[in-house]
């Protein structure tokens, strides 16, 4: 029970988190699930990508396939919505940070 908490709480941060890579760079998604366990975050294929394309149906991200390998890779780049949205997402988050931070 505790970790579908967790984990339901922890998908917003791993959106903004997915919103401040696709701003500096394409993203695609094996990249991103070695860059949330780099931070802790253990997310299977099988939820990163759900995330992803409901982030591009909602605006935020935009998506590029190349052909890499012999292979069509998915690139997700930030829209101008999505650049928006982790810009009002920074600023909310550090706001309540600032108020639940430990003294």
Known sequence: ?????LRKLFLGFIQIHVLHHAMEEPIYGSWMLEELRHHGYELSPGSL?????????????????????????KYYSATERGAEVLQEARAKAYELFKEIKAP
């Not at 029970?1 to 908490?5: L, P, S, V, Y």
């Not at 982030?55 to 590029?64: A, F, H, Q, R, T």
């Open 1 to 5: 029970m505790e970790d579908k908490i």
């Open 49 to 73: 990508y759900p995330l992803l394309h409901n982030m591009e149906n909602s605006g935020l991200l935009i998506k590029e396939e190349k052909l890499v390998g012999g292979k069509i890779r």
